[in-house]
């Protein structure tokens, strides 16, 4: 816990990270990496390895299926998945589940993901004026440094991508 500039109060990292992340517009993007991240311990074997939480769009859950005999099985299942995937991200984050059969990414190169390797990397470049305005309140300077650096380095490394129709399948 740390204190807030003028407020006399302390507030938690993961407060101050969640009021962020809303303000800069990455709360969605950042539930889509944590469940990405948390997806085996949520579904268990072996939906894990038959499924993957692609993306959330219009939040709506975009799951990749292996094959039509998974993709029918979850049509059974969906009621009960999307009650777990609203515990987790909260109910206003994911409210539908579109299935689409694809290949499912090898989930061992998470571990060689760009952004995670970069977040540990302390050399990064100036961080934007947005961020730096974000994390002004920020009391302790060598957490508001490296609170800047995790997020500046996050934006630089997030491809936008290009606008969907949300009845697209991604």
């Known amino acids: 816990m740390m204190p807030i500039m003028g407020s006399g109060t302390l507030d938690s990292f993961g407060s101050i990270l969640s009021g962020v992340s809303k303000r800069l517009g990455l709360e969605p993007r950042l539930i889509e990496l944590r469940l990405q991240h948390r997806w085996h311990d949520l579904v268990g074997e072996p939906m894990a390895s038959h499924t993957w939480p692609a993306q959330i769009r219009f939040k709506k859950l975009y799951l990749i299926v292996r094959n039509p005999v998974w993709l029918q099985q979850l049509a ?10 609203q515990a987790e991200s909260g109910p206003e984050w994911v409210t ?6 694809g290949e499912i990414p090898d989930t061992t190169m998470a571990a060689s993901d760009p952004l995670a ?8 470049t100036e961080p934007l ?23 500046s380095t996050y934006l630089a490394q997030v491809h936008p991508r290009p606008a969907r129709d949300p009845s697209q399948a991604p």
Do not use: G, M
């Open 76 to 85: 059974y299942l969906k009621p009960a998945l999307l009650t777990k995937l």
């Open 129 to 151: 004026p947005e961020v730096v305005s974000h994390t002004a309140t920020i009391q302790d300077p060598s957490l508001r440094e490296r609170f800047r650096e995790v997020i």
């Open 117 to 124: 390797t970069s977040l540990q990397s302390p050399h990064l």
């Open 96 to 101: 539908d589940i579109a299935f689409r059969i």
